[in-house]
Structure formats: structure tokens, C-alpha cells
């Protein structure tokens, strides 16, 4: 163990430059991989709180007895898919109209009458807050007699969930793709350095080296290097969002940085990328020697 | 400890290297082998490390069949071999010490065990002083006794040397010839390809000639008194 780490270390020594330009270009892999992933988080995030805001509404019928109305929310309630249900009376409507319409608050002063409908408002638990689930419960909703319409803003509901999958699949490519370029740089300059000590390689063999007593250095190498890159791409990206999150003038203040597991999470994947680099490129040359 | 049945050797772009080889060497042998370049030398040196495989027949280096010989398997057969080249084939950024250590490192021998045998081997080929030197540092005949050390240093019961004295003057020729016979006289069976033909004489050993890849002379067969004789 001592010897392998040895001549892992050794290679660094050796080839300072090299060794630089490796760590450098798995962090800047690493680094666009990253930034991509503070976008998705940010982007699920944002989501997350327009998510929270899917409401059904259903219209209640005027004159509509209370007690009908309390048993119909009790039902409702229990529906899997609903988290709570609040009952707006049209008194209560009225209130919030005038409270959050400001542009028409001398219109709803002035009225005799309360146009406003008594309403019952469903808010749908995390996981059904899609424009399928939404749908079907405002289709029970209308089965009953009391129901005169219901809303749930099917269009931006559905729009929201085009954007969900678009951004879970733009960010699963892209980042398959930067994961297999860092995959083929890693590799090249672990041949390079192979190329560079093909001498010392031939000598090991003929002296009785194991292919795998051969590798050991080398993968241990490109897990170093995967380990490294994967620490200067956290700061790079660390630095990336101070950037963004100070100079934009407070509009994106709410941004966050990765959680610690997705920082363990990056640096993990720069050590198997920089194994997976170096195991493809050792075992293609050992075959030629 | 070394039987070829029938060699023959052609590379991929046809040209024959060994034609019908046939020869065995035992335990306790000096055998010189010699030819013109290109006359086939290397190429037996090569299967009998199994750097190559035979075209066809047989070839048995201590106990192992190098013609089906597994590739996991060919590390183990190294180890039981000391190998010496022309050109040393040392390390530059290790000294003469850390250059044979390598060879027991790679065997997963204990950091004991390989300075006991590194500081043995050092003194056997007259290096001590010179342990901590870098190649460079050191004459051709010195580096060659740095690579023989180091083939030494497992203990082989066979040392094949490829040349060993073709890049050294006349008095470094000398001592290295000489500490190959010390080795042989401890009881290694020493195979040395050269076409040093002076050394050749003077040795009296068994010598095998080549000429376009065929055996054209054993002096075991033709002058058995001889090889005796040179023991």
C-alpha cells in the first residue's frame, strides 16, 4: 500500500504540468457539470414554491346550506390526493376581493349586492400537484349537485409540468455529455503519462509485475486527480454563485448552494470518473505492450 | 530447466525467425549462444521469458509450457527468471539500490526482507559503495552490474542475458563475464546470447550456434569433452 501510494505521488512530482493540466480540466469538466446543477436545483426550487400554489377552486352554488357544504368538505378531505380544503364563504370572498383587488376596490365599495360565489378551495398534496391529478379531482368536484364550476388553471398547471421534465431531461443530457467528455480528457492524459513511463512499464513486467500490480499506481492516480478536480470544481462553483448571487443586485438573493451530500455527491464522481479515465486507458496499453 | 522441441518462429509479416530449434539445457549449465545479427538469438531469448510464443513445437522454461502458457501466469515464470539486457534497462530517477529493490517491490516482499537482499546482491556484484549512486553516475560496466543485481536479487534459478557485454569495453566485458561465472558456479543456470566470439573461445563453454533461425552447432553434441572440460 505504502508503495503504491508512493509511486501514485510520484508521478505528480514527475509530471508537475501535466498533473496540473489533468486536475484543471476534470475541475472545469466538473465545474460545468456543476453549474448546470445549481441551476436545476435553484430551477426545482423556484418550482417548488409555484408547485405549492396549485389550488382547485369549485364554485359553490347561492344558497347552498351550510351543513351541505360542511359534509361535502369533510369528503373532500379525504380524497388521497388533498392536503387541505378551506371553505370560502361569499362574505369572506368579498373581503379578499377588496383586500388584494386594489384597482378595483371603489367598484367592490359601492356595491348593494355581493357578486362573488361562496368557493371550496382544495390545495393538492406534494407529489399529485400535476395537471392530471388536478384535473381528476376537479372532475369528482363537479359530481357534486351544489358544484357550479371549478377552475384549476389547467394551462399553467400542464406548463409547469412541461418544464419539469424538459428541465430533468436538458440537465440528464447535458450532463452525461460533459460526464463522458471529462470521462475521454482524464483518459488522454493518464495514456500521456503512460506513454511517458512506457520504459518503467516494460521494465516492471520483466521483472515480474502483476498487470494489476501495474495498474494499482496509475488508478490510484486518476482517482487523486478525479478527487482534486472534484474540490476545485466545488470552489469554482462556489465562486460562480457568490458572483451571481451578489451582483445581481438582489433579484436572485434566494439562491442556494448544494447541499453537503451533493458536494460529497460531485467530488464521489470526480474520483470515478478519474478511475473509470484511468482503468480504460491503463488496460488499452497494457494490451499493446 | 530449459527444453525447445521443434521451434519454429515466424512473424506476421512472414519472416521466419526460428526454424526447427531443438535443445535442452540442465540444471547447473553455462550455455552461450551465438550467431550473426538477426541470426535468431533474441528471438530464443524472448520465448524463453515469454515476451513471445512459438509459431509452433514446444517450449518448457522451469516447469512452465510457455507455448499455452496463461497471461496471468507469466509474472510467476519472470520471477523464477533473471533477465539482463544490452542496455541495462535501469530506472534513471533511482539509484543502483532503489533499481534492484524494484524488482522484490513488485513481488510484495516486506521492506526487510528487500534491504537484507538489495545490500546481498550490492555486495555480490562488488557495488556497495555504490548503492545510493544514480545510473548516470555510474561506468557501463557498473550498470550492468547494478542489472544484474537486480535480476539476481529473486534468487532465479535461470539468468538469461541478452548481450550483456555488447556495449562495454574490453575490461568491463571481463568482469562482468566473470561475475556471470560466480553465479553459475553458485548453482544458476546462466543462458548468454553473443557474438563476442573471443569470449566465446576462451570460455570453453557449451555454446549453441544459430544461423538464419536454425541450430547449426551444439557443442554438447559435436565436442561433448569439451563442454565438460570448460565446467
Given at each position: 500500500?505504502?508503495?503504491?501510494?508512493?509511486?501514485?505521488l510520484?508521478?505528480?512530482?514527475?509530471?508537475?504540468?501535466?498533473?496540473?493540466?489533468?486536475?484543471?480540466?476534470?475541475?472545469?469538466?466538473?465545474?460545468?457539470?456543476?453549474?448546470?446543477?445549481?441551476?436545476?436545483?435553484?430551477l426545482?426550487?423556484?418550482?417548488?414554491?409555484?408547485?405549492?400554489?396549485?389550488?382547485?377552486?369549485?364554485?359553490?352554488?347561492?344558497?347552498?346550506?351550510?351543513?351541505?357544504?360542511?359534509?361535502?368538505?369533510?369528503?373532500?378531505?379525504?380524497?388521497?390526493?388533498?392536503?387541505?380544503?378551506?371553505?370560502?364563504?361569499?362574505?369572506?370572498?368579498?373581503?379578499?376581493?377588496?383586500?388584494?383587488?386594489?384597482?378595483f376596490?371603489?367598484?367592490?365599495?359601492?356595491?348593494?349586492?355581493?357578486?362573488?360565489?361562496?368557493?371550496?378551495?382544495?390545495?393538492l398534496?406534494?407529489?399529485?400537484?400535476?395537471?392530471?391529478?388536478?384535473?381528476?379531482?376537479?372532475?369528482r368536484?363537479?359530481?357534486?349537485?351544489?358544484?357550479?364550476d371549478?377552475?384549476?388553471?389547467r394551462?399553467?398547471?400542464?406548463?409547469?409540468?412541461?418544464?419539469?421534465?424538459?428541465?430533468?431531461?436538458?440537465?440528464?443530457?447535458?450532463?452525461?455529455?460533459?460526464?463522458?467528455?471529462?470521462?475521454?480528457?482524464?483518459?488522454?492524459?493518464?495514456?500521456?503519462?503512460l506513454?511517458?513511463?512506457?520504459?518503467e512499464?516494460?521494465?516492471?513486467?520483466?521483472?515480474?509485475?502483476?498487470?494489476?500490480?501495474?495498474?494499482?499506481?496509475?488508478?490510484?492516480?486518476?482517482?487523486?486527480?478525479?478527487?482534486?478536480?472534484?474540490?476545485?470544481?466545488?470552489?469554482?462553483?462556489?465562486?460562480?454563485y457568490?458572483?451571481?448571487?451578489?451582483?445581481?443586485?438582489?433579484?436572485?438573493?434566494?439562491?442556494?448552494?448544494?447541499?453537503?451530500?451533493?458536494?460529497?455527491?460531485?467530488?464521489?464522481?470526480?474520483?470515478?470518473?478519474?478511475?473509470?479515465?484511468s482503468l480504460?486507458?491503463?488496460?488499452?496499453?497494457?494490451?499493446?505492450? | 530447466?530449459?527444453?525447445?522441441?521443434?521451434?519454429?518462429k515466424s512473424?506476421?509479416?512472414?519472416?521466419?525467425?526460428?526454424?526447427?530449434v531443438?535443445?535442452?539445457?540442465?540444471?547447473?549449465?553455462?550455455?552461450?549462444?551465438?550467431?550473426?545479427?538477426?541470426?535468431?538469438?533474441?528471438?530464443?531469448?524472448?520465448?524463453?521469458?515469454?515476451?513471445?510464443r512459438?509459431?509452433?513445437?514446444?517450449?518448457?522454461v522451469?516447469?512452465?509450457?510457455?507455448?499455452?502458457?496463461?497471461?496471468?501466469e507469466?509474472?510467476?515464470?519472470?520471477?523464477?527468471?533473471?533477465?539482463?539486457?544490452?542496455?541495462?534497462?535501469?530506472?534513471?530517477?533511482?539509484?543502483?539500490?532503489?533499481?534492484?529493490?524494484?524488482?522484490?517491490?513488485?513481488?510484495?516482499?516486506?521492506?526487510d526482507?528487500?534491504n537484507?537482499?538489495?545490500a546481498?546482491?550490492?555486495?555480490q556484484?562488488?557495488?556497495?559503495?555504490?548503492?545510493?549512486?544514480?545510473?548516470?553516475?555510474?561506468?557501463?560496466?557498473?550498470?550492468?552490474?547494478?542489472?544484474?543485481?537486480?535480476a539476481?536479487?529473486?534468487?532465479p534459478?535461470?539468468?538469461?542475458?541478452?548481450?550483456?557485454?555488447?556495449?562495454?569495453?574490453?575490461?568491463?566485458?571481463?568482469?562482468?563475464?566473470?561475475?556471470?561465472?560466480?553465479?553459475?558456479?553458485?548453482?544458476?543456470?546462466v543462458?548468454?546470447?553473443?557474438?563476442?566470439?573471443?569470449?566465446?573461445?576462451?570460455?570453453?563453454?557449451?555454446?549453441?550456434?544459430?544461423?538464419?533461425?536454425?541450430v547449426?552447432?551444439?557443442?554438447?553434441?559435436?565436442?561433448?569433452?569439451?563442454?565438460?572440460?570448460?565446467?
Amino acid at each position: 500500500m505504502r508503495l503504491l501510494t508512493r509511486e501514485a505521488l510520484l508521478s505528480f512530482r514527475r509530471a508537475p504540468l501535466l498533473s496540473t493540466l489533468s486536475v484543471t480540466t476534470i475541475g472545469f469538466s466538473l465545474f460545468t457539470l456543476g453549474l448546470f446543477g445549481l441551476v436545476a436545483i435553484n430551477l426545482r426550487e423556484a418550482l417548488r414554491g409555484l408547485e405549492e400554489r396549485v389550488e382547485v377552486v369549485a364554485f359553490v352554488l347561492r344558497g347552498t346550506p351550510a351543513e351541505t357544504i360542511t359534509l361535502a368538505t369533510q369528503d373532500i378531505a379525504a380524497f388521497p390526493e388533498v392536503e387541505d380544503v378551506v371553505y370560502v364563504t361569499e362574505e369572506q370572498a368579498l373581503a379578499r376581493a377588496r383586500r388584494e383587488l386594489v384597482e378595483f376596490r371603489d367598484a367592490y365599495r359601492d356595491l348593494q349586492v355581493n357578486p362573488l360565489p361562496a368557493s371550496i378551495e382544495v390545495r393538492l398534496k406534494a407529489g399529485y400537484r400535476d395537471a392530471a391529478t388536478a384535473a381528476r379531482v376537479a372532475e369528482r368536484l363537479r359530481g357534486f349537485e351544489f358544484v357550479e364550476d371549478v377552475r384549476f388553471g389547467r394551462d399553467w398547471v400542464q406548463k409547469l409540468d412541461h418544464l419539469r421534465n424538459i428541465t430533468g431531461i436538458v440537465g440528464l443530457v447535458i450532463g452525461l455529455a460533459f460526464a463522458a467528455v471529462a470521462v475521454v480528457i482524464i483518459g488522454v492524459t493518464i495514456r500521456l503519462t503512460l506513454l511517458q513511463r512506457a520504459r518503467e512499464i516494460s521494465i516492471m513486467r520483466l521483472v515480474g509485475a502483476t498487470n494489476w500490480f501495474i495498474r494499482g499506481p496509475f488508478l490510484l492516480e486518476g482517482a487523486l486527480k478525479g478527487l482534486m478536480g472534484g474540490f476545485l470544481s466545488l470552489l469554482l462553483c462556489y465562486g460562480g454563485y457568490l458572483l451571481f448571487r451578489d451582483r445581481s443586485g438582489g433579484t436572485f438573493g434566494g439562491l442556494i448552494f448544494f447541499h453537503p451530500v451533493q458536494m460529497a455527491a460531485i467530488v464521489v464522481f470526480g474520483v470515478l470518473l478519474g478511475l473509470f479515465g484511468s482503468l480504460v486507458s491503463v488496460g488499452r496499453h497494457l494490451r499493446h505492450v | 530447466m530449459i527444453r525447445l522441441t521443434h521451434v519454429d518462429k515466424s512473424y506476421p509479416n512472414g519472416a521466419l525467425a526460428l526454424r526447427d530449434v531443438t535443445f535442452r539445457i540442465s540444471r547447473g549449465e553455462f550455455v552461450l549462444l551465438t550467431g550473426h545479427s538477426g541470426a535468431g538469438k533474441s528471438t530464443i531469448m524472448k520465448l524463453l521469458f515469454a515476451e513471445q510464443r512459438p509459431t509452433s513445437g514446444e517450449v518448457r522454461v522451469s516447469g512452465y509450457d510457455v507455448t499455452s502458457l496463461r497471461r496471468d501466469e507469466i509474472p510467476k515464470l519472470r520471477r523464477r527468471l533473471g533477465i539482463v539486457f544490452q542496455d541495462f534497462r535501469l530506472l534513471d530517477d533511482r539509484t543502483a539500490a532503489e533499481n534492484i529493490a524494484f524488482a522484490l517491490e513488485v513481488t510484495g516482499a516486506r521492506r526487510d526482507t528487500i534491504n537484507a537482499r538489495v545490500a546481498r546482491v550490492l555486495a555480490q556484484v562488488g557495488l556497495s559503495a555504490k548503492s545510493r549512486a544514480h545510473p548516470r553516475e555510474l561506468s557501463g560496466g557498473e550498470q550492468q552490474r547494478v542489472a544484474i543485481a537486480r535480476a539476481l536479487v529473486n534468487d532465479p534459478a535461470i539468468l538469461v542475458a541478452d548481450e550483456p557485454t555488447g556495449t562495454l569495453d574490453e575490461r568491463a566485458t571481463r568482469g562482468v563475464f566473470q561475475l556471470l561465472r560466480d553465479i553459475n558456479a553458485a548453482g544458476t543456470v546462466v543462458v548468454m546470447a553473443t557474438h563476442d566470439l573471443d569470449l566465446v573461445r576462451q570460455a570453453r563453454y557449451r555454446t549453441i550456434e544459430l544461423r538464419d533461425g536454425s541450430v547449426v552447432y551444439d557443442s554438447a553434441e559435436d565436442e561433448p569433452d569439451a563442454v565438460e572440460a570448460g565446467r
